[in-house]
């Protein structure tokens, strides 16, 4: 979070209700101290002092922090694209874009919601696709009557149906993936919410 940009929106709100540093102190009960040092950009409000100082001003806190973020919609686009390196590894496909989430979530505004967003579709099919390899080996074994993963090569034709559902499944998520994303950049430079569907809030 920018301490510069905080700084400047703290002395536009106290000047828009018509307050000195002397009386936003008494109005949010903090030491005069603080709100100096806060106006000069020296210190960031947390907690209790955010709190106070946010309802003083008539504003909420999760007001005053947006407003202390950045509108970069370059790297919003760079959070929802490094999704797409799901195609050389789901999972290099969550810690990258993680990494960018935790990075911007708090020097870019929307970048909490996108990132949250992205993950929790990234692992909600992790999930399905954990789940298939499970159900794929689950039918395999049973058609060639063993329960060892070494008799694999030697299993019956009729597990030629269940491997053919089972490819189908992995081409579709990498095929509706890369569309959604790409669906969700042009939302994104259309100043649109992006949707990922269907995913579990793992992270809210």
Same mark, same amino acid.
């Given at each position: 979070?920018?301490?510069?940009?905080?700084?400047? @929106?703290?002395? /536009?709100? &106290?000047?828009?209700?018509?307050?000195?540093?002397? &009386?936003?102190?008494?109005?949010? #009960?903090?030491?005069? @101290?603080?709100?100096?040092?806060?106006?000069? !950009?020296?210190?960031?409000?947390? !907690? %209790?002092?955010?709190? &106070?100082? #946010? +309802?003083?001003?008539?504003?909420?806190?999760?007001?005053?922090?947006?407003? +202390?973020?950045?509108? %970069?919609? !370059?790297?919003?686009?760079?959070?929802?694209?490094?999704?797409?390196?799901?195609?050389?590894?789901?999972?290099?496909?969550?810690?990258?874009?993680?990494?960018?989430?935790? #990075?911007?979530? %708090?020097?870019?505004?929307?970048?909490?919601?996108? !990132?949250?967003?992205?993950?929790?579709?990234?692992?909600?099919?992790?999930?399905?696709?954990?789940?298939?390899?499970?159900?794929? *080996?689950? *039918?395999?074994?049973?058609?060639?009557?063993?329960?060892?993963? /070494?008799?694999?090569?030697?299993?019956?034709?009729?597990?030629?149906?269940?491997?053919?559902?089972?490819?189908?499944?992995? +081409?579709?998520?990498?095929?509706?993936?890369?569309?959604?994303?790409?669906?969700?950049?042009?939302?994104?430079?259309?100043?649109?919410? *992006?949707?990922?569907?269907?995913?579990?809030?793992?992270?809210?």
């Amino acid at each position: 979070m920018d301490k510069g940009i905080f700084s400047k @929106r703290v002395k /536009e709100l &106290r000047s828009s209700c018509g307050y000195s540093q002397e &009386r936003l102190a008494d109005e949010s #009960s903090l030491n005069l @101290r603080t709100i100096q040092r806060i106006e000069s !950009g020296i210190t960031l409000p947390r !907690g %209790d002092t955010l709190s &106070r100082l #946010s +309802a003083a001003l008539k504003v909420s806190p999760d007001e005053l922090l947006d407003w +202390a973020k950045e509108e %970069d919609k !370059g790297q919003l686009l760079l959070i929802n694209l490094s999704a797409l390196s799901l195609i050389f590894n789901p999972f290099i496909g969550i810690l990258l874009t993680m990494a960018l989430w935790i #990075s911007k979530r %708090d020097k870019v505004i929307n970048a909490d919601e996108v !990132g949250k967003k992205i993950i929790n579709f990234q692992l909600t099919w992790l999930i399905f696709l954990a789940l298939s390899v499970i159900a794929f *080996v689950s *039918v395999v074994l049973t058609y060639n009557g063993s329960t060892t993963i /070494e008799s694999l090569p030697h299993a019956d034709k009729r597990i030629l149906i269940p491997s053919l559902i089972f490819l189908i499944f992995i +081409a579709f998520y990498y095929i509706y993936s890369i569309i959604l994303i790409l669906i969700n950049t042009i939302r994104i430079q259309k100043d649109l919410t *992006v949707l990922f569907r269907p995913s579990i809030k793992f992270i809210k």
